[in-house]
């Protein structure tokens, strides 16, 4: 008991001054401790702040390196179907070609074939032109063999020249004049002799020299020869 009342006195007996100095000393002593123990909790702060940044980030249950790889798996497979829808789009396109293209073939030999069989096709026989059997008809078929020979002569210039010599009867004959007298007297629509019958005969005619046809065509091609045509022929010749 004595040594407690002893401790009381001093503690009364200190001055304020002392007092003072013994409560700044125990601030310092405290902040001192502060200041020790803020290190340890700043590295623990940064610990966990790696710890967090390290650790997988979770979008529901699934993991966002899960979901990076899905959406690579989803690019890559729309790719690989539109390239197939690509392909299968050139593969129709070169189809479509080939179809016009063998169906444009098959056209030209369509119509190569057509064009063949036209020039095969036999030639059409024009029915033969008949004729009268007068003298329009007689003139007319001479023309028509004359101008498949070459031998010039009009319509005009042999019916004057018949209606002059024989008066349009194909079996005239002159027994009177100079050919008469040497034994080749002139017969026929155009009055000709037998030597010259023979020598200016049209091929395809009679060569009996009162056919009108034979007779007219033999007539005309002497004419073509010593006259130039039997239009220039104007008088006995």
Not at 90 to 107: L, R
């Amino acid at each position: 008991m004595p040594q407690i009342t002893n401790i009381r006195s001093r503690a009364r007996s200190l001055t304020k001054t002392q007092k003072l100095s013994a409560a700044c000393c125990a601030g310092l002593g405290v902040a001192t401790l502060a200041i020790t123990a803020t290190p340890s909790e700043a590295q623990t702060t940064t610990h966990e702040a790696a710890a967090v940044a390290s650790a997988p980030v979770n979008i529901g249950n699934q993991p966002v390196k899960n979901i990076k790889v899905n959406v690579t798996d989803q690019k890559a497979a729309s790719m690989l179907k539109a390239e197939a829808i690509a392909a299968k789009k050139q593969a129709a396109d070169q189809a479509a070609k080939k179809m016009s293209a063998e169906k444009a073939a098959q056209q030209r030999g369509a119509e190569q074939a057509a064009s063949r069989s036209a020039e095969r096709a036999p030639v059409r026989q024009s029915a033969p032109r008949s004729y009268n059997n007068n003298l329009d008809g007689w003139i007319r078929q001479s023309l028509d063999i004359m101008a498949q020979k070459g031998i010039p002569g009009s319509y005009n210039g042999l019916y004057r020249n018949i209606m002059r010599e024989s008066s349009g009867n194909p079996m005239a004959i002159n027994n009177w004049d100079i050919n008469a007298r040497n034994g080749i007297p002139s017969k026929g629509l155009l009055q000709v002799i037998d030597p010259t019958f023979r020598s200016y005969h049209v091929s395809g005619t009679s060569w009996n020299i009162y056919d009108p046809v034979a007779n007219i065509t033999a007539a005309c091609n002497y004419a073509a020869h010593r006259y130039g045509s039997m239009d220039n022929v104007n008088s006995a010749y």
